[in-house]
């Protein structure tokens, strides 16, 4: 588990959106990438109304597999999808709630 939390922290430092205002509060730079729509994936947040989930990608990456591997299996997926699908599950992780794009 720790490798993974290792993982995460690189790929959301390489251009997560959580961030920290002048007065020291943590905030969220709008997720445009990730949505949620009833009638895609059972509702579950997919990458861009994709019928691919967050949890897909995370869990890709959990496995072992890297960006490349996942951008050559789902060609129709982009770098900034796997980051921002990291840095909304690690932002969920926090049990916070994110906006989302609405479709």
Wanted: with cysteine.
């Amino acid at each position: 588990m720790a490798l993974f939390a290792q993982d995460l922290a690189r790929h959301v430092a390489r251009g997560g959106v959580p961030r920290y205002n002048e007065s020291g509060t943590r905030t969220m730079t709008p997720l445009r990438r990730i949505t949620r729509d009833p009638a895609v994936m059972g509702g579950k947040p997919c990458i861009r109304g994709l019928r691919v989930t967050v949890g897909t990608v995370v869990g890709l990456l959990a496995s072992g597999r890297t960006d490349d591997e996942i951008l050559r299996a789902y060609p129709y997926l982009e770098a900034e999808d796997i980051r921002e699908a990291l840095a909304y599950a690690a932002w969920r992780s926090e049990e916070q709630e994110v906006p989302l794009a609405q479709p």
